[in-house]
């Protein structure tokens, strides 16, 4: 059985974004094979636990892709910080004779995002609306890898690391089975230290928002990568409670039109044409519906979300993210999607000088206190119930092949999608009885 099919068989997605499925997206042949170390949020832990604890691991899998796919460069990206996840890549790459290779980079947000990542490692720019194999490359993040080679032993993706810190007890990275409770999460890391708090799902600055009471029917996915409580009156709780209309309406009386957004935004500054300065002015005074055609509006489809523009950049405490996420619904629900552009682009001569140090993101967040937390703790965590979501992953949702009643045993198939459809295998994360089937199979151990 070739790679790319035990890949497929395993249902390994991507588990650092969206959940792209990894045999469609490794089925390509690149100059770059970029794997992805950087950690790029703040606070999380898990890739760099990966990276120290399973470095051997890592690095085989890497060379088995970098074969599928023909790369010319296997390199892992990681941060000129991490010095003990260096040491531990560096001494199995010359344990194993590997040629692959360590790319640092200075310790900035976003440096995790793949677009950003591509920049650094090969000095090219992805064009707008496109993808990293437009410019000879592929990337994937150090937990997939680790996915992969538990795949080449034939094991199927049940189960998550991920990290849970902020206000917590006991900082700490778990080892547990999708479809585990975010609440079952939080009780192994000691529980919130405050009756008032928010839970980050994901990184702190890209991740999504819920209350505490949501804990209990939140469910680890395989793209889950972090848990992170936060006070109810911390800067991103407050945040995420802004309507749009309110941030428009704000817009229209305190933007400055000062172009900061613009000027520090990662994708402007590595050659896209995106200006959130000129997209804030144009919605503050006109009604979205009317301003679907401008191409100054529809530069924010091509925005990645990553903050920096509201958390950072704007002095007027305005939210020029949060409007570009609600202008990429509308022009969804319009049908209307950015074209791809051709050409060559080049990043900005000043990109070097306005790269924002990630530890100076966490302070505009409000997340200091947890920046340098040491999280070396791996605790693995069992569960008698879980509920695995049919659509965890970018593209269709699995098709159930068990239903009520069925007994199956972990790591046995439960939801399919054929190999050529975009889409992954869902499988059994405990043993036990099929309860539910419905947009997600419910098992319970017996």
């Known amino acids: 059985m070739d790679l790319i099919e035990k890949i497929y068989k395993a249902g390994v997605v991507g588990c650092g974004g969206a959940g792209f499925p990894t045999h469609i997206k490794l089925n390509c042949k690149v100059e770059y094979l970029i794997i992805n170390g950087a950690e790029c949020e703040p606070l999380l832990r898990t890739d760099r636990y990966i990276m120290k604890n399973k470095a051997i691991e890592i690095i085989k899998a890497v060379e088995a892709v970098g074969k599928v796919v023909e ?12 010095h003990e996840e260096i040491k531990s890549l560096e001494t199995a790459i010359k344990e194993l004779n590997s040629q692959v290779q360590l790319h640092q980079l200075d310790n900035f947000y976003p440096a995790g995002d793949e677009q950003i990542i591509v920049c650094e490692v090969t000095g090219r720019t992805v064009p707008p609306a496109g993808i990293p194999l437009d410019v000879g490359s592929v990337v994937s993040n150090t937990a997939t890898m680790l996915c992969i080679y538990e795949a080449i032993q034939d094991k199927s993706f049940t189960h998550k690391y991920l990290t849970v810190t902020g206000e917590v007890k006991t900082p700490v990275v778990l080892y547990v089975p999708v479809g585990i409770t975010f609440e079952e999460c939080l009780n192994k890391a000691g529980g919130a230290l405050g009756e008032d708090y928010k839970i980050i799902s994901g990184g702190p600055l890209m991740g999504s928002i819920i209350n505490k009471n949501q804990a209990k029917t939140t469910y680890v ?22 309507s749009v209309q309110h941030m428009l309406n704000r817009a229209k009386s305190a933007c400055i039109q000062c172009s900061y957004c613009t000027e520090l935004c990662p994708r402007n500054l590595i050659g896209h044409p995106l200006k959130p300065h000129k997209i804030m002015r144009k919605l503050a005074y006109n009604n979205i519906s009317e301003m679907l055609d401008d191409e100054d509006v ?3 489809l091509i925005c990645c979300e990553c903050g920096v523009c509201e958390i950072f950049a704007c002095p007027m405490g305005l939210m020029p993210r949060k409007v570009n996420a609600f202008i990429k619904q509308e022009y969804a629900k319009s049908g209307i999607r950015y074209d791809k552009e051709q050409g060559e682009y080049l990043a900005r ?6 790269k924002i140090p990630s530890k100076r993101m966490a302070a505009r967040s409000g997340l200091l206190k947890y920046y340098d937390y040491k999280i070396d703790t791996l605790v693995r965590l069992e569960t008698n119930r879980v509920e695995i979501q049919l659509k965890q992953h970018i593209g269709a949702p699995a098709q159930p092949i068990v239903g009520v009643g ?3 045993e972990e790591g046995q198939l439960i939801a399919g999608c054929e190999r050529d459809k975009m889409g992954a295998n869902l499988h059994a994360s405990i043993s036990g009885k099929v309860i539910m089937v419905s947009d997600k199979i419910v098992i319970e151990r017996q």
């Open 349 to 354: 001569d000043t990109r070097e000088y306005r």
């Open 221 to 242: 996915t395989k793209t889950t990568s972090g848990i992170i409580v936060i006070p109810e009156d911390n800067h991103l709780a407050l945040q995420s409670e802004v």
């Open 406 to 408: 069925d007994i199956v």
């Open 298 to 300: 529809k530069q924010a």
């Open 71 to 82: 790369a010319q460069q296997c390199i892992i990206v990681l941060k000129k910080t991490y």
